[in-house]
Protein backbone atom coordinates (compact mmCIF):
# COMPACT_ATOMS: atom_id res chain seq x y z
CA UNK A 1 0.00 0.00 0.00
CA UNK A 2 1.03 3.66 -0.71
CA UNK A 3 2.20 5.47 2.18
CA UNK A 4 1.38 9.17 2.33
CA UNK A 5 4.34 9.48 4.68
CA UNK A 6 6.60 7.47 6.86
CA UNK A 7 8.41 8.38 10.32
CA UNK A 8 10.33 6.33 12.37
CA UNK A 9 9.39 6.86 15.78
CA UNK A 10 11.51 4.82 18.02
CA UNK A 11 12.01 2.09 15.72
CA UNK A 12 8.30 2.42 14.62
CA UNK A 13 7.55 2.82 11.22
CA UNK A 14 4.15 5.60 11.53
CA UNK A 15 1.60 5.35 8.81
CA UNK A 16 -0.20 8.54 8.28
CA UNK A 17 -2.98 6.99 6.85
CA UNK A 18 -3.96 4.29 9.48
CA UNK A 19 -2.07 5.44 12.48
CA UNK A 20 -3.20 7.48 15.19
CA UNK A 21 -1.51 9.79 17.49
CA UNK A 22 -2.53 9.80 21.53
CA UNK A 23 -2.42 13.35 22.44
CA UNK A 24 -2.62 14.78 26.10
CA UNK A 25 -4.27 18.54 26.53
CA UNK A 26 -3.62 20.21 30.09
CA UNK A 27 -4.97 23.52 30.86
CA UNK A 28 -2.29 25.36 32.70
CA UNK A 29 -2.89 27.21 35.67
CA UNK A 30 -6.26 25.40 36.83
CA UNK A 31 -6.00 22.92 40.09
CA UNK A 32 -7.30 19.93 40.28
CA UNK A 33 -5.78 19.27 37.06
CA UNK A 34 -8.24 19.61 33.46
CA UNK A 35 -7.18 17.33 30.94
CA UNK A 36 -8.08 15.64 27.70
CA UNK A 37 -6.22 12.58 26.23
CA UNK A 38 -7.86 12.51 22.65
CA UNK A 39 -6.84 9.66 19.68
CA UNK A 40 -6.29 12.08 16.24
CA UNK A 41 -5.51 10.96 12.51
CA UNK A 42 -1.78 10.83 12.23
CA UNK A 43 -2.31 12.28 8.67
CA UNK A 44 -3.80 15.71 11.50
CA UNK A 45 -2.48 19.35 10.15
CA UNK A 46 -2.45 21.61 13.73
CA UNK A 47 -5.82 23.57 12.27
CA UNK A 48 -6.99 19.64 12.21
CA UNK A 49 -5.67 19.27 15.85
CA UNK A 50 -7.05 22.73 16.79
CA UNK A 51 -10.38 21.29 15.59
CA UNK A 52 -9.75 18.45 17.92
CA UNK A 53 -8.96 20.38 21.35
CA UNK A 54 -11.81 22.84 20.89
CA UNK A 55 -14.52 19.91 21.11
CA UNK A 56 -12.64 17.53 23.30
CA UNK A 57 -12.24 20.72 25.60
CA UNK A 58 -15.26 22.59 25.27
CA UNK A 59 -14.20 25.64 23.41
CA UNK A 60 -16.46 27.62 21.47
CA UNK A 61 -13.61 28.51 18.94
CA UNK A 62 -14.73 32.47 18.75
CA UNK A 63 -11.52 33.41 19.31
CA UNK A 64 -7.69 33.05 17.89
CA UNK A 65 -5.28 30.44 18.47
CA UNK A 66 -1.75 29.84 18.35
CA UNK A 67 0.67 27.01 19.08
CA UNK A 68 4.32 27.60 20.00
CA UNK A 69 6.95 24.92 19.89
CA UNK A 70 10.58 25.36 21.33
CA UNK A 71 12.06 28.61 22.20
CA UNK A 72 11.99 30.06 25.76
CA UNK A 73 9.51 33.01 24.60
CA UNK A 74 6.68 33.42 22.33
CA UNK A 75 9.49 35.79 19.92
CA UNK A 76 11.78 32.77 19.34
CA UNK A 77 9.04 29.99 19.42
CA UNK A 78 7.97 28.42 15.77
CA UNK A 79 4.28 29.76 15.84
CA UNK A 80 1.86 27.97 14.22
CA UNK A 81 -2.18 29.21 13.42
CA UNK A 82 -3.90 31.83 11.30
CA UNK A 83 -1.18 34.06 9.99
CA UNK A 84 -2.52 37.57 10.34
CA UNK A 85 -3.46 39.67 7.44
CA UNK A 86 -0.86 42.08 8.11
CA UNK A 87 2.38 41.79 9.39
CA UNK A 88 4.35 44.65 11.30
CA UNK A 89 7.83 44.36 11.11
CA UNK A 90 8.42 43.27 14.52
CA UNK A 91 5.87 40.76 15.20
CA UNK A 92 6.81 37.14 14.52
CA UNK A 93 5.77 35.04 11.75
CA UNK A 94 3.13 32.48 11.96
CA UNK A 95 2.68 29.61 10.21
CA UNK A 96 -0.66 28.53 8.55
CA UNK A 97 -1.61 25.87 10.88
CA UNK A 98 -3.29 23.78 7.94
CA UNK A 99 -0.14 23.25 5.95
CA UNK A 100 1.73 21.70 8.64
CA UNK A 101 1.61 18.52 9.69
CA UNK A 102 1.39 17.77 13.83
CA UNK A 103 4.03 14.58 12.93
CA UNK A 104 6.70 16.80 11.76
CA UNK A 105 6.87 18.61 15.23
CA UNK A 106 5.69 15.90 17.42
CA UNK A 107 7.47 13.25 16.23
CA UNK A 108 8.77 11.30 19.43
CA UNK A 109 6.66 10.18 22.58
CA UNK A 110 7.34 13.03 25.29
CA UNK A 111 7.06 15.85 22.46
CA UNK A 112 5.57 18.81 23.72
CA UNK A 113 3.83 22.14 22.36
CA UNK A 114 2.03 25.29 23.80
CA UNK A 115 -1.46 26.39 23.04
CA UNK A 116 -2.98 29.10 23.18
CA UNK A 117 -6.93 29.96 22.87
CA UNK A 118 -8.30 33.62 23.28
CA UNK A 119 -5.37 35.88 23.57
CA UNK A 120 -7.68 38.26 25.71
CA UNK A 121 -8.52 35.67 28.14
CA UNK A 122 -5.22 33.45 28.04
CA UNK A 123 -6.15 29.84 28.09
CA UNK A 124 -2.54 27.99 27.67
CA UNK A 125 -2.81 24.64 26.84
CA UNK A 126 0.16 21.94 27.09
CA UNK A 127 0.05 18.98 24.64
CA UNK A 128 2.00 16.45 25.09
CA UNK A 129 2.36 13.29 22.33
CA UNK A 130 1.59 10.58 24.51
CA UNK A 131 2.00 7.76 22.16
CA UNK A 132 1.51 6.00 18.38
CA UNK A 133 -1.62 3.42 18.06
CA UNK A 134 -3.30 1.69 15.59
CA UNK A 135 -7.08 2.23 14.26
CA UNK A 136 -9.18 -0.26 15.70
CA UNK A 137 -11.87 -1.69 13.59
CA UNK A 138 -14.91 -0.08 13.81
CA UNK A 139 -14.45 2.81 15.07
CA UNK A 140 -14.23 6.46 13.85
CA UNK A 141 -11.24 9.38 14.65
CA UNK A 142 -10.88 11.63 16.28
CA UNK A 143 -11.91 10.09 19.41
CA UNK A 144 -11.80 11.51 23.12
CA UNK A 145 -11.02 8.57 25.24
CA UNK A 146 -9.85 10.44 29.01
CA UNK A 147 -10.65 13.58 30.89
CA UNK A 148 -11.14 15.41 33.48
CA UNK A 149 -13.35 18.40 34.54
CA UNK A 150 -15.44 20.51 32.46
CA UNK A 151 -14.06 23.27 30.57
CA UNK A 152 -14.69 26.65 31.72
CA UNK A 153 -17.26 29.10 30.22
CA UNK A 154 -16.16 31.48 27.33
CA UNK A 155 -15.14 35.07 28.23
CA UNK A 156 -15.11 34.11 32.03
CA UNK A 157 -11.83 35.98 32.58
CA UNK A 158 -9.15 33.62 32.14
CA UNK A 159 -7.73 31.59 35.03
CA UNK A 160 -8.35 34.15 37.96
CA UNK A 161 -11.80 35.40 36.40
CA UNK A 162 -12.54 31.37 36.84
CA UNK A 163 -11.65 31.36 39.99
CA UNK A 164 -13.47 33.95 41.12
CA UNK A 165 -16.75 32.92 39.06
CA UNK A 166 -16.14 29.46 41.23
CA UNK A 167 -15.99 31.31 44.86
CA UNK A 168 -19.01 33.39 43.56
CA UNK A 169 -21.07 30.25 42.31
CA UNK A 170 -20.34 28.19 45.35
CA UNK A 171 -21.08 31.64 47.86
CA UNK A 172 -24.92 31.89 47.67
CA UNK A 173 -24.83 35.04 49.78
CA UNK A 174 -22.75 36.64 47.60
CA UNK A 175 -24.30 39.32 45.44
CA UNK A 176 -23.01 38.07 41.98
CA UNK A 177 -24.20 34.60 42.66
CA UNK A 178 -27.62 35.12 41.06
CA UNK A 179 -26.97 36.80 38.09
CA UNK A 180 -23.72 34.57 37.50
CA UNK A 181 -25.94 31.35 37.80
CA UNK A 182 -28.14 32.70 35.13
CA UNK A 183 -25.37 33.36 32.60
CA UNK A 184 -22.84 30.23 33.10
CA UNK A 185 -23.99 27.46 30.43
CA UNK A 186 -27.13 25.25 31.09
CA UNK A 187 -26.32 22.24 33.24
CA UNK A 188 -22.74 23.36 33.63
CA UNK A 189 -20.70 22.09 36.45
CA UNK A 190 -16.90 22.35 36.86
CA UNK A 191 -16.67 18.62 37.69
CA UNK A 192 -18.90 17.36 34.64
CA UNK A 193 -17.33 15.96 32.35
CA UNK A 194 -17.47 12.50 30.18
CA UNK A 195 -15.02 11.34 27.22
CA UNK A 196 -18.42 9.36 25.30
CA UNK A 197 -20.19 12.99 25.04
CA UNK A 198 -17.91 14.47 22.76
CA UNK A 199 -18.47 15.10 19.25
CA UNK A 200 -15.97 16.21 16.88
CA UNK A 201 -16.17 18.47 14.19
CA UNK A 202 -15.41 18.38 10.78
CA UNK A 203 -12.30 20.10 10.50
CA UNK A 204 -12.80 20.79 6.65
CA UNK A 205 -16.00 22.21 7.35
CA UNK A 206 -15.15 24.41 10.40
CA UNK A 207 -12.01 25.34 8.48
CA UNK A 208 -14.09 26.41 5.33
CA UNK A 209 -16.74 27.95 8.04
CA UNK A 210 -13.89 30.36 9.10
CA UNK A 211 -12.64 31.52 5.86
CA UNK A 212 -14.35 30.74 3.00
CA UNK A 213 -17.94 32.09 3.99
CA UNK A 214 -16.28 34.94 5.79
CA UNK A 215 -15.52 36.22 2.75
CA UNK A 216 -19.27 36.63 1.33
Not at 33 to 44: C, K, M, N, T
Not at 55 to 61: N, S, V
Not at 78 to 83: A, D, N, Q, R, S
Not at 135 to 140: C, I, L, T, V
Amino acid sequence: MYLVRIRSVFGMMIDKRRDLLKIRVELMGISPPLWREILVPARYSFWDLHVAIQDAMGWLDYHLHEFRIGGSSRDDALLIGIPPDEMWDDSPEVQPGWDIPVIDFLPEPGDRAEYEYDFGDGWVHEVTLLCVEPREKGQRYPKCVAGKRACPPEDCGGVHGYQSLLEILFDPSHPEHESLSHWIPRGWGPELFKPENVRFDNPLKRWEKAFTEADR
